[in-house]
């Protein structure tokens, strides 16, 4: 089993920056992917970015140029920096792992971007 916990969403107005944490139960040494992924009631869940193990990243389209993710593998934590965020980027943030073939979610932490 995998427990995530992410923490670091908020209220920020259109502009400003905010930086997501989520902090991994196992080693990630020991973990394929990661990444986030967000929700906003009534739409699809979006695919935010992910990060491999070697450190390859990709991003959705809406947040290229924007986001940044990053994984520090001895404090087993991920971070999606968000930067230059607009409404359209309020959501809850969850983070993933995939680990032993399976994978894992964390509760999600709410990011909400005011005009």
């Known amino acids: 089993q995998v427990q995530l916990v992410e923490s670091g969403g908020g209220l920020v107005q259109a502009g400003g920056s905010l930086r997501l944490s989520c902090s991994v139960s196992?080693?990630?040494?020991?973990?394929?992917?990661m990444g986030w992924h967000r929700q906003v009631p009534g739409k699809e869940c979006e695919l935010v970015a992910s990060?491999?193990?070697?450190?390859?990243?990709n991003y959705a389209a809406s947040v290229k140029g924007r986001f940044t993710i990053s994984r520090d593998n001895a404090k087993n934590t991920v971070y999606l920096q968000m930067s230059s965020l607009t409404p359209e980027d309020t959501a809850v943030y969850s983070c993933?792992?995939?680990?032993?073939?399976?994978?894992?979610w964390g509760q999600g932490t709410q990011v909400t971007v005011s005009s």
């Open positions: 990060i491999s193990r070697g450190g390859g990243t």
């Open positions: 993933y792992a995939n680990w032993n073939g399976g994978n894992y």
């Open positions: 196992r080693s990630s040494f020991s973990i394929l992917g």
